[in-house]
T-cell receptor, first 112, second 118 residues
Framework: GDSVTQMEGPVTLSEEAFLTINCTYT??????LFWYVQYPGEGLQLLLK?????DKGSNKGFEATYRKETTSFHLEKGSVQVSDSAVYFC???????????FGAGTRLFVKA | DAGVIQSPRHEVTEMGQEVTLRCKPI?????LFWYRQTMMRGLELLIY????????DSGMPEDRFSAKMPNASFSTLKIQPSEPRDSAVYFC????????????????FGAGSRLTVL
């Protein structure tokens, strides 16, 4: 079945460091891909999305590119801030479907 | 819009008691999802509704769990009887079919209900 695999955390970085969180997926056809972020005590919120191959989603300095050939959707940010500390979830929604399947989440700590 | 509203935010109960979690989706959204989040299993989809009709409840762990959506603005998830292994954060999320015209099913989550069963 469809699945999402993302790198285990926690990831600890200093402020202004470069961030990469790896995400790969298994799915038939062309799913939609997402990154959601969860701050402490809150629900998940959409960070960015991409709906077809080679699409780049971006928001708040975060970017991810839909790579069909490597079935990947890695999250990147050039310079992280303390306020970026959260749990990040990679997710997919199958083509023509309504279920969203989430990865295990990666916790990010950013130190001042 | 106030977003997806869940209640209670925290619930502590004893094993064997009935638990009812409530959700008010975003007005106009036609899909509603219940997820459970635990450290061991991550985010699991329990059930989802379209226009108040349950579409897929294959994620409901056992008969002790039930969910209803009597109208477009209200849904409940009930656990009876509750067990310690049901302790988790339960999230409700909603989405709008029309958004799929953009090729993506974007979920809006509530803040969650943290359940502790002693």
């Amino acid at each position: 079945g469809d699945s999402v695999t993302q790198m285990e955390g926690p990831v600890t970085l200093s402020e202004e460091a470069f961030l990469t969180i790896n995400c790969t997926y298994t799915a038939t056809g062309y799913p939609s891909l997402f990154w959601y972020v969860q701050y402490p005590g809150e629900g998940l919120q959409l960070l960015l999305k991409a709906t077809k191959a080679d699409d780049k989603g971006s928001n708040k300095g975060f970017e991810a590119t839909y790579r069909k050939e490597t079935t990947s959707f890695h999250l990147e940010k050039g310079s992280v801030q303390v306020s970026d500390s959260a749990v990040y979830f990679c997710a997919l929604s199958p083509a023509g479907g309504f279920k969203t399947i989430f990865g295990a989440g990666t916790r990010l700590f950013v130190k001042a | 819009d106030a977003g997806v509203i869940q209640s209670p935010r925290h619930e502590v109960t004893e094993m064997g008691q009935e638990v009812t979690l409530r959700c008010k989706p975003i007005s106009g959204h036609d899909y509603l999802f219940w997820y459970r989040q635990t450290m061991m299993r991550g985010l699991e989809l329990l059930i989802y509704f379209n226009n108040n009709v349950p579409i897929d409840d294959s994620g409901m762990p056992e008969d002790r769990f039930s969910a209803k959506m009597p109208n477009a603005s209200f849904s409940t998830l009930k656990i009876q009887p509750s067990e310690p292994r049901d302790s988790a954060v339960y999230f409700c999320a909603s989405s709008l079919w029309g958004d799929r015209g953009l090729g993506a099913n974007v979920l809006t989550f509530g803040a969650g209900s943290r359940l502790t069963v002693l």
